[in-house]
């Protein structure tokens, strides 16, 4: 049976070489652009939240997929109308660049909104 990772770190570690440069990159992205969000598994995914969750990603087979909420999607659905998806995911290829400048706006729209939101009690 497969252990669920506790922390992001241990997420990464699973995947081969080239996926956890893709996940570190993704990663790096979002806390550069969150620095205040928080990290965790949720779902079985990394996870950031701030006043919420903010963002998840996962690795798969041939794609790594981001989850920012069905409200990220509709807003970026011209820019994300290249990519596979759905409600509230969008997949990125592991053959191509993550789209990582995207995924830095989506951040930013995740945490606006979020911040809108009245604050969660911790």
Not at 83 to 110: C, H, N, S, W
């Amino acid at each position: 049976m497969n252990q669920i990772p506790k922390t992001i770190d241990e997420y990464i570690a699973t995947f081969p070489e080239e996926v956890q440069q893709q996940l570190n990159q993704i990663r790096e992205v979002i806390k550069k652009t969150a620095p205040q969000a928080e990290e965790k598994i949720g779902y079985g995914m990394p996870t950031f939240t701030l006043n919420g969750n903010l963002i998840h990603f996962a690795a798969y087979k041939n794609h790594i997929g981001l989850y920012p909420a069905p409200q990220a999607i509709e807003e970026f659905k011209e820019e994300l109308s290249c990519y596979k998806g759905a409600k509230g995911a969008v997949q990125f290829p592991l053959d191509k660049p993550m789209p990582l400048a995207l995924i830095e706006k989506i951040t930013k729209y995740r945490i606006q909104k979020n911040l809108e939101k009245p604050l969660k009690k911790k």
